[in-house]
């Protein structure tokens, strides 16, 4: 048995119970959670933007230690203290031979919900399923063994558990998609969890200029206390009357149309905007293609920070051991009976980075 929080309706608040979870099988892993974040990509599953199956247990952001392993694990052993990347990679498709395993071909049973024998490990009295392999609103889950990236258990694995989406999401795109180099203008809009690590890969990165954009005057604080040179709060000024000459590359980490719409308003000629931030299903938002084409602008997308996980994980933990990269400032401890507020805390845009830390 565990303890998890569990959505079994749509917009519903999680609900808190014990729901029985299985031994690992061939090819995967138990681990007893440390910590778990709070994204807001979650939320954008609990309140139907993402249709998910139900009941569910979410979460996708997590870090802990190796309980138990199932047949022909190698990777991992009792013992081993992990991040988990909620990314499953076949390495044999198309994008993953050619280096592209963010968008691997094979993780349609990780898509729905299940292991990749097409079964949940959780069971409760209504059924219940995974969510992008880690289920990390949990005390205990059962993770595909690709999916454990080990760690020196010297390590804060509160802050660790941030790597497996926030940190890579952020950094990630910075250095891998974006590609910023050294005195390139770089904006972010939305100084949540993943837009403060845009600020921090693009400091990382020998960016001239940081510009951090949010409407939260506590978050244009932390932005520039992790390295943003400039702030703009939007709910006061128009961001394109401040920057009327552009930015070099600008980074929308939030997901909604407004936020990406002035996120294309802002790149200079010759730069980019890069959309990590998740939008609804179906949105859309205007755009002038010739404007593009006469000045060399291009928006492009970046999921996951364009991850290779044998080769990232370990340069930005090199990066958190050396100071560059921080999380103590971001990290918002609360206990798993808080994930409701932690929830209404992001609904109402205040909230930075909640992670739930299990006894």
Same mark, same amino acid.
């Given at each position: 048995?565990?303890r998890a *929080?569990?959505l079994?309706?749509?917009?519903?608040?999680? /609900?808190?119970?014990?729901?029985?979870?299985?031994?690992?099988?061939a !090819?995967?892993v $138990?681990?007893?959670?440390?910590a778990s974040g709070v994204?807001?990509?979650?939320?954008?599953?609990?309140?139907?933007?993402f249709?998910?199956?139900?009941?569910? /247990?979410?979460?996708?952001?997590? *870090?802990?230690i190796?309980?138990?392993?199932?047949?022909g694990?190698?990777n991992? =052993?009792p013992?081993?203290h992990?991040?988990?990347?909620w990314?499953?990679?076949?390495?044999?498709?198309?994008?993953c031979?050619?280096g592209? #395993?963010?968008?691997?071909?094979?993780?349609?049973?990780s898509? &729905?919900?299940m292991?990749?024998?097409?079964t949940?490990?959780?069971?409760?009295?209504?059924g219940? /399923?995974?969510?992008?392999t880690?289920s990390?609103?949990?005390?205990?889950?059962?993770?595909?063994?690709?999916?454990?990236?080990?760690?020196?258990?010297?390590?804060?694995l =509160?802050?660790?558990?941030?790597?497996?989406?926030? =940190?890579?999401?952020g950094? +990630?795109a910075?250095?891998?998609?974006?590609?910023?180099?050294?005195?390139d203008?770089?904006a972010?809009?939305?100084? &949540?969890g993943?837009?403060?690590?845009?600020?921090? &890969?693009?400091?990382?990165? +020998?960016? !001239?200029?940081i510009? *951090?954009?949010?409407? =939260? #005057?506590?978050k244009?604080?932390?932005?520039?206390?992790?390295? *943003?040179?400039?702030?703009?709060? $939007?709910?006061e000024?128009?961001?394109a009357?401040?920057?009327?000459? !552009?930015v070099d590359?600008?980074?929308?980490?939030?997901?909604?149309t407004?936020?990406?719409?002035?996120?294309? $308003?802002?790149?200079?000629p010759? !730069?980019?905007?890069l959309? /990590?931030?998740?939008? #609804?299903?179906?949105?859309?938002v205007p755009?002038?293609p010739l404007?593009l084409?006469?000045?060399?602008?291009?928006i492009?997308?970046?999921?996951?920070?364009?991850?290779v996980?044998?080769?990232d994980?370990?340069?930005?933990?090199?990066?958190y051991?050396s100071g560059?990269l921080?999380?103590?400032?971001?990290v918002q401890?609360?206990?798993?009976?808080?994930?409701?507020?932690?929830?209404?805390?992001?609904?109402r845009?205040?909230?930075i980075?909640?992670?739930?830390?299990?006894?």
């Amino acid at each position: 048995m565990t303890r998890a *929080a569990v959505l079994y309706e749509v917009d519903a608040p999680l /609900i808190i119970e014990e729901v029985e979870l299985g031994e690992p099988r061939a !090819g995967e892993v $138990s681990i007893r959670l440390v910590a778990s974040g709070v994204c807001h990509s979650d939320l954008h599953t609990l309140n139907g933007s993402f249709p998910w199956p139900l009941p569910a /247990i979410f979460g996708h952001e997590g *870090a802990g230690i190796v309980e138990a392993v199932g047949p022909g694990v190698t990777n991992v =052993v009792p013992g081993d203290h992990v991040i988990l990347t909620w990314l499953p990679y076949c390495g044999t498709c198309r994008q993953c031979l050619r280096g592209r #395993p963010n968008i691997c071909e094979g993780q349609a049973w990780s898509d &729905g919900g299940m292991m990749m024998d097409g079964t949940s490990r959780f069971s409760g009295a209504a059924g219940t /399923i995974h969510h992008c392999t880690a289920s990390s609103f949990a005390e205990r889950t059962v993770v595909a063994a690709q999916t454990c990236i080990r760690v020196d258990p010297s390590l804060d694995l =509160v802050e660790l558990c941030l790597f497996g989406c926030a =940190v890579m999401t952020g950094v +990630g795109a910075v250095r891998n998609s974006a590609k910023v180099q050294p005195g390139d203008s770089v904006a972010v809009v939305g100084c &949540g969890g993943v837009g403060l690590n845009v600020v921090q &890969g693009a400091r990382i990165a +020998g960016a !001239g200029r940081i510009i *951090a954009i949010d409407r =939260v #005057p506590e978050k244009l604080a932390l932005a520039q206390e992790l390295g *943003a040179t400039e702030v703009i709060n $939007s709910a006061e000024v128009d961001p394109a009357a401040v920057l009327p000459e !552009g930015v070099d590359h600008v980074f929308e980490a939030i997901g909604r149309t407004d936020t990406i719409e002035t996120a294309i $308003s802002l790149v200079a000629p010759g !730069g980019q905007a890069l959309l /990590i931030g998740m939008a #609804p299903v179906g949105a859309t938002v205007p755009i002038t293609p010739l404007d593009l084409t006469l000045t060399d602008r291009s928006i492009r997308g970046s999921w996951y920070g364009g991850v290779v996980p044998e080769r990232d994980f370990s340069i930005l933990i090199d990066l958190y051991r050396s100071g560059e990269l921080r999380m103590d400032s971001i990290v918002q401890r609360i206990a798993l009976d808080d994930i409701n507020d932690a929830f209404d805390a992001i609904r109402r845009g205040e909230a930075i980075r909640s992670v739930i830390v299990y006894p």
